[in-house]
């Protein structure tokens, strides 16, 4: 039985909804020492990573099903 089964792998998304505050502040600092320690090497996979966490806390753009605010059209001239 290996550590990425179904079983731990439903237990962690349980765990990250039910910690939606702090997925993104903790995924963020560890990508954060991660991209020191490689020398920026792997920074556009930390990217993605931050971006995914983003998503599932709720602080990214469009992680709820809300549209964003539209801006007026503009007056004519």
């Known amino acids: 039985m290996g550590l990425l089964n179904a079983?731990?792998?439903?237990?962690?998304?349980?765990?990250?909804?039910?910690?939606?505050?702090?997925v993104a502040p903790a995924v963020s600092k560890a990508t954060g020492a991660i991209d020191k320690k490689t020398g920026g090497k792997h920074a556009d996979k930390l990217k993605k990573v931050e971006e995914a966490a983003a998503k599932i806390s709720g602080t990214a753009p469009g992680a709820d099903d809300t549209p964003p605010p539209s801006s007026p059209p503009p007056t004519p001239g």
């Open 7 to 22: 079983k731990n792998i439903a237990k962690a998304k349980d765990l990250a909804m039910k910690n939606r505050d702090k």
